[in-house]
């Protein structure tokens, strides 16, 4: 079974997830992230690589960072230790300070026994399948460094770890924010002290929930995966607008003024538009996942702005954006990515854009997310089927007669599960009645077809 899944190593901390995984892993991604160009003129320099270490609050991040310190520490690798920071400022720290890789611990959404491993590459990039399948190959040999001496890596603490990310967030921002009242749901997570932090010193009002980490209850009944209470404190207090993070803080969702949902196909339509009218949408393209709602599409075309399509996961927006150059891409979950200031999904530089464009456009949220019509979308799990034979010819036409009945006003999406024995069913259309219909006639399909 492969060591890596779509975003790192993860697994339940002290179960597969062990120090000594982590310990491994880190002495193995040193062997392979210290060869390279940069990175062999250093050590014939003499000087020894460098990697950022962080994590997010949860309890088990303590001991599985200790043991990736001192696995990159004994193979002759400085660490700077962040301490609690989000994935995105990680990632903009290897790139400030032009270290060699680094490690985040962090497990985003998931709850707290659970536990992951992301490793970045130089810039605060994620890594390719072919570097994570080296690493991998070189744990299993069991290859490492073992310096000696003064050649050992040394641990110290990154002190202005935090500051140097606000610094960065804050002059992203085209506009203050003076004079709106937000909401911060920070999941009880990573972004518990810097996404207040930015958002106070940008000029906003902030009221906080889910700012109390205690370890345990990261994600627990807050945070971008659950957002009543987020709703629920907006209206009470009268804010403009929530935004909710996930427990690393690369996703940010929001609510408007009056509790409704404003999901990342929202956000970008908002964010695409904005970067249109003032240059910034480079070759006016926007990149998606085939997930993103039909209405995103219907918007985009609308206002001018193509819209690329990838398979489901940030690793394969950023993937395409790399490719063509492009500025701006995301996930409907709200993995936002703003390429000209991040090199992977960052919720506090959304939330900030998101929150300025109300302020520059002295609009609402509401009105501001009414450039996109969402169009009524229903998903379905098929659970223990033969996910491999999704093109059987009776799905096959299936899927046809359906995409046939629904025309121009809607879709169709089949696609098997990267991690489980199950095909999900995706069905939008112009009503809700239509794609529960379409979606619970093909489930129905899968089901029979592709029986264990």
Do not use: W
Request: proline share 3%; net charge negative; glycine share 10%.
């Amino acid at each position: 079974m492969a060591l890596f899944g779509t975003d790192g190593v993860r697994g339940l901390a002290n179960g597969p997830l062990t120090a000594e995984l982590a310990l491994s892993l880190a002495q193995a991604t040193a062997v392979v992230l210290g060869q390279g160009r940069i990175a062999n003129a250093r050590k014939a320099a003499g000087k020894r690589l460098t990697a950022v270490v962080a994590r997010d609050p949860r309890i088990s991040g303590q001991f599985l960072s200790a043991a990736v310190e001192a696995g990159l520490a004994s193979s002759g690798v400085d660490v700077l230790d962040a301490g609690t920071l989000p994935t995105p400022a990680t990632a903009f720290l290897i790139s400030d300070i032009d270290a060699d890789f680094g490690v985040m611990i962090s497990a985003s959404h998931n709850p707290a026994p659970d536990n992951g491993i992301k490793i970045f590459a130089r810039g605060g990039r994620k890594l390719p399948d072919i570097v994570e399948q080296r690493i991998e190959e070189t744990m299993q040999s069991g290859t490492k460094l073992q310096p000696t001496g003064g050649d050992v890596g040394r641990v110290e603490r990154f002190s202005d770890a935090e500051d140097r990310y606000v610094l960065h967030l804050l002059s992203s921002l085209p506009h203050r924010l003076d004079g709106l009242h937000v909401v911060l749901d920070c999941a009880n997570g990573a972004a518990s002290g810097a996404s207040p932090e930015a958002f106070n010193t940008a000029g906003a009002k902030v009221t906080v929930i889910g700012a109390s980490p205690d370890g345990l209850n990261i994600n627990d009944g807050v945070g971008s995966t659950h957002l009543d209470k987020l709703a629920a404190e907006v209206v009470r207090v009268g804010a403009d607008i929530g935004i909710a993070h996930d427990g690393d803080a690369d996703r940010c969702l929001a609510v408007d003024a009056d509790g409704n949902i404003v999901d990342g196909d929202q956000i970008m339509a908002i964010l695409a538009v904005a970067m249109k009218s003032r240059g910034k949408l480079r070759d006016d393209t926007l990149v998606a996942t085939v997930m993103s709602n039909l209405g995103l599409h219907v918007a985009m075309r609308e206002q001018g702005i193509t819209v690329r399509q990838t398979a489901v996961g940030d690793r394969y927006v950023l993937e395409d954006m790399n490719a063509g150059g492009y500025s701006l891409g995301g996930e409907q979950s709200g993995h936002v990515i703003m390429s000209d200031f991040a090199t992977t999904g960052d919720g506090l530089l959304t939330g900030l854009h998101l929150v300025a464009e109300m302020a520059r456009r002295k609009k609402s949220l509401a009105e501001l997310a009414s450039v996109m019509t969402v169009y009524p979308q229903v998903l379905i799990n098929v659970k223990d089927v033969d996910k491999t034979r999704v093109d059987d010819e009776g799905v096959v036409a299936a899927v046809r007669e359906c995409e046939e009945l629904l025309g121009s006003t809607g879709r169709v999406l089949l696609r098997a599960s990267g991690t489980e024995s199950l095909v999900r069913v995706m069905v939008e259309a112009a009503d809700k009645e239509t794609a529960q219909e379409c979606a619970e006639n093909l489930a129905e399909v899968v089901r029979q077809r592709l029986a264990l």
